[in-house]
C-alpha cells in the first residue's frame, strides 16, 4: 500500500489506550493522527480496565498508566499490552525512575516494553539513552526523559504495526525497584543523618522540581523545604561567579 493510499479495515490496527501523562497525552494524539489505527478508547482509572474485554483490541498501549492491569486483562489483546516507560530497565523499574536514576547512579533512558503481571518486567522491545548531568534537577531530567519517550515511541511504532519487533528478557539480576512510599521516605530529610558533600547534592537536586515541595527537614520544631540549583561554571556569570568587591 502507498502512503498515500487510504487505509482499509484490514490495514487498520485496533488499540485501547491507557494512561494519560504529559508524554503520554501526546502519543495518545499521534496515535489519533494516524490513518493506519484505530484508537477506540482511552481509559484513565482501574475501574473502566473490563472495557478492554468489550473492545477485545489488537493491541493496548499503557503511558503513565498509574495502575497495575490484571492478568485476565493483559491476555486480551491478541497482540499484547505495551507500556512506554520513563526508566532505562530493568533498573529504575516503578515509580520516580528519574529521582533513583540521579540518587543511586543508574543509567537514564526511555523503554518501550510487553507488559505482564509484574511491574515493568515485562520483555523489552526498545530502549533510548537519555544523557545526565550534575546540574540536573529532578524535573530537569524527568523532562529530558518525556521527550525521549515521544521519540522512542514514534521511532518504533511502524515495526510494533508491521509485527517486526523481537523482544528480549530483562535481566533480572540488574534490576532495582521503587514504590511511591521509597519516593515519600526520601522526601523526609533527618538533619542527624551523615551524608558526604555528593550523596547530598544528588538527594537535593533529585528532589528539585518546582513548583512542588518535595525534600523537607524539620528543625527546631519547624519544617522548612529545601530545593538546590546546581551550575555549571560555563554557565555561571563570571562577575557574579565569586562576587566583587562592590558586593559587600
Same mark, same amino acid.
Given at each position: ?30 496515535? #489519533? ?18 472495557? +478492554? ?14 495502575? @497495575?492491569?490484571?492478568?485476565? @486483562? ?6 499484547? #499490552? ?19 536514576? @540521579? ?21 523489552? @522491545? ?22 525521549? #519517550? &515521544? ?35 526520601? #522526601? ?14 544528588? +538527594? ?7 513548583? &512542588? ?36
Amino acid at each position: 500500500m502507498s502512503e498515500d493510499a487510504p487505509a482499509t479495515d484490514s490495514d487498520v490496527t485496533e488499540v485501547v489506550f491507557l494512561g494519560t501523562n504529559n508524554v503520554g497525552r501526546r502519543v495518545y494524539d499521534w496515535l #489519533c493522527d494516524r490513518d493506519s489505527v484505530a484508537v477506540r478508547a482511552m481509559l484513565t482509572e482501574a475501574d473502566q480496565l473490563s472495557l +478492554v474485554a468489550d473492545l477485545d483490541p489488537e493491541l493496548v498501549v499503557a503511558v503513565g498508566f498509574r495502575h @497495575i492491569v490484571p492478568p485476565e @486483562i493483559l491476555a486480551v489483546p491478541d497482540r499484547g #499490552c505495551l507500556n512506554l516507560h520513563p526508566g532505562l530497565l530493568p533498573q529504575t523499574r516503578g515509580f520516580n525512575p528519574n529521582v533513583w536514576s @540521579i540518587v543511586e547512579g543508574h543509567p537514564a533512558g526511555a523503554t518501550l516494553h510487553y507488559m505482564d503481571d509484574g511491574v515493568d518486567t515485562g520483555d523489552v @522491545i526498545a530502549r533510548k539513552r537519555v544523557e545526565k548531568r550534575f546540574d540536573d534537577t529532578g524535573r530537569d531530567l524527568y523532562e529530558r526523559l518525556e521527550r525521549a #519517550c &515521544f521519540e522512542l515511541f514514534t521511532e518504533t511504532w511502524p515495526d510494533v504495526e508491521a509485527g517486526t519487533v523481537e523482544a528480549e528478557p530483562q535481566d533480572d539480576t540488574e534490576a532495582t525497584t521503587h514504590r511511591k512510599s521509597d519516593f515519600a521516605d526520601l #522526601c523526609e530529610l533527618d538533619p542527624d543523618d551523615e551524608y558526604t558533600v555528593k550523596e547530598l547534592l544528588d +538527594v537535593l537536586r533529585a528532589l528539585t522540581f518546582p513548583p &512542588f515541595d518535595n525534600a523537607r527537614v524539620e528543625v527546631d520544631g519547624e519544617t522548612y523545604f529545601v530545593d538546590v540549583d546546581v551550575r555549571h561554571e560555563d554557565d555561571a556569570d563570571e562577575d557574579a561567579e565569586f562576587g566583587t568587591l562592590s558586593s559587600y
